[in-house]
């Protein structure tokens, strides 16, 4: 399956620019470590080694989440309600006249967390769309075909991110003996792989430009690197700027907010200032991005599982993860 997500005359825009420069300030302000301190009681249902298939452990590691990370969920899902009129001029929007037209949000899944937490509580959104509970029947609409959805009351999380790593066209071989958490990073690194190969030369100096400008790293001999494939791109990129660890995250963070920008989306954090510290862009844009990006291309056969929207929750939730495990000191 080919996600099919960029077409071949897609541009870089004033979005892509904004997206980094916003990136920049978060890296400079708190280095890539971007330690909160925030104590996350979901950790002991979840680890990198894992292999997370029990549905009572995925549905606690839910409920045991604080409403910032449900809400990351779900604005990853895009199912939160349209912003009434009335509401903007509250809750953190600017009235509704102070926005361009090409920036003004109209749905609650396009803008920061801490927005959408002030209208759930003036009850302007339903507490419901977050609930751990909603979160998972969510999932399993989006990984499961609409014939065996009635029946299906249970989820092996760890077998529909190997199935969706499938549907992406990962091998067999490259998913073998692999935890939970290292079948998603490789479902990542595929997503990198198609992106690479859909960019014109342009958009790839582009993204090699502001992974620099972000990270403060340089890239040597960029040219070489700009006429490799994607494959080969994600070789050599892990050689100049050390793939490892979690830096792996910070730098994959700059590539989608930059390819986000080629469609225009300009990510919450960049329209507000509520965003202090990097873990707003790990732990919150990121599934939004890209839900983004592949509702650019539309989406797939309503009688069939959807692999994109998938997609998007388990990046999301692979990044809440990545922070998370960062922190504990599970993942340098």
């Given at each position: 399956?080919?996600?099919?997500?960029?077409?071949?005359?897609?541009?870089?825009?004033?979005?892509?620019?904004?997206?980094?420069?916003?990136?920049?300030?978060?890296?400079?302000?708190?280095?890539?470590?971007?330690?909160?301190?925030?104590?996350?009681?979901?950790?002991?249902?979840?680890?990198?080694?894992?292999?997370?298939?029990?549905?009572?452990?995925?549905?606690?590691?839910?409920?045991?989440?604080?409403?910032?990370?449900?809400?990351?969920?779900?604005?990853?899902?895009?199912?939160?309600?349209?912003?009434?009129?009335?509401?903007?001029?509250?809750?953190?929007?600017?009235?509704?006249?102070?926005?361009?037209?090409?920036?003004?949000?109209?749905?609650?899944?396009?803008?920061?967390?801490?927005?959408?937490?002030?209208?759930?509580?003036?009850?302007?959104?339903?507490?419901?769309?977050?609930?751990?509970?909603?979160?998972?029947?969510?999932?399993?609409?989006?990984?499961?075909?609409?014939?065996?959805?009635?029946?299906?009351?249970?989820?092996?999380?760890?077998?529909?991110?190997?199935?969706?790593?499938?549907?992406?066209?990962?091998?067999?071989?490259?998913?073998?003996?692999?935890?939970?958490?290292?079948?998603?990073r490789t479902i990542l690194e595929k997503f990198f792989v198609e992106v690479w190969?859909?960019?014109?030369?342009?958009?790839?100096?582009?993204?090699?430009?502001?992974?620099?400008?972000?990270?403060?790293?340089?890239?040597?001999?960029?040219?070489?690197?700009?006429?490799?494939?994607?494959a080969g791109a994600l070789m050599a990129l892990g050689a100049a700027v050390t793939?490892?660890?979690?830096?792996?995250?910070?730098?994959?963070?700059?590539?989608?907010?930059?390819?986000?920008?080629?469609?225009?989306?300009?990510?919450?954090f960049v329209v507000y200032t509520t965003a202090s510290s990097l873990v707003c862009?790990?732990?919150?844009?990121?599934?939004?991005?890209?839900?983004?990006?592949?509702?650019?291309?539309?989406?797939?056969?309503?009688?069939?599982?959807?692999?994109?929207?998938?997609?998007?929750?388990?990046?999301?939730?692979?990044?809440?993860?990545?922070?998370?495990?960062?922190?504990?000191?599970?993942?340098?």
């Amino acid at each position: 399956m080919q996600l099919g997500i960029l077409g071949t005359h897609a541009k870089a825009d004033v979005s892509s620019s904004a997206n980094i420069q916003a990136l920049k300030q978060l890296f400079s302000a708190n280095g890539s470590s971007s330690v909160t301190g925030k104590k996350r009681p979901w950790l002991q249902y979840t680890s990198p080694d894992s292999i997370d298939s029990d549905d009572a452990t995925f549905r606690t590691m839910l409920e045991k989440m604080d409403q910032f990370e449900r809400i990351s969920l779900a604005q990853s899902f895009q199912i939160l309600p349209a912003i009434d009129l009335r509401d903007y001029g509250s809750f953190g929007l600017k009235p509704y006249r102070d926005y361009r037209d090409d920036e003004r949000p109209k749905t609650y899944n396009e803008v920061p967390p801490p927005i959408v937490e002030r209208a759930l509580q003036a009850g302007r959104i339903d507490v419901d769309l977050v609930s751990a509970d909603r979160l998972r029947r969510q999932f399993i609409w989006v990984s499961t075909n609409s014939f065996a959805y009635p029946f299906t009351y249970s989820i092996d999380y760890d077998s529909r991110v190997v199935w969706l790593a499938k549907s992406l066209d990962i091998s067999d071989s490259a998913l073998r003996r692999k935890s939970t958490f290292e079948v998603e990073r490789t479902i990542l690194e595929k997503f990198f792989v198609e992106v690479w190969d859909k960019l014109t030369p342009e958009q790839r100096q582009k993204v090699l430009d502001n992974i620099e400008t972000a990270t403060g790293r340089a890239i040597p001999n960029k040219v070489a690197l700009v006429s490799l494939g994607g494959a080969g791109a994600l070789m050599a990129l892990g050689a100049a700027v050390t793939l490892a660890g979690f830096s792996f995250y910070t730098t994959m963070s700059v590539v989608i907010c930059t390819v986000a920008g080629f469609f225009g989306v300009t990510l919450p954090f960049v329209v507000y200032t509520t965003a202090s510290s990097l873990v707003c862009i790990l732990s919150g844009p990121i599934g939004w991005a890209i839900a983004g990006i592949l509702a650019a291309v539309g989406t797939a056969l309503l009688l069939q599982a959807n692999p994109k929207k998938t997609l998007s929750f388990v990046m999301a939730l692979h990044f809440l993860k990545a922070q998370a495990f960062h922190e504990a000191g599970l993942l340098a």
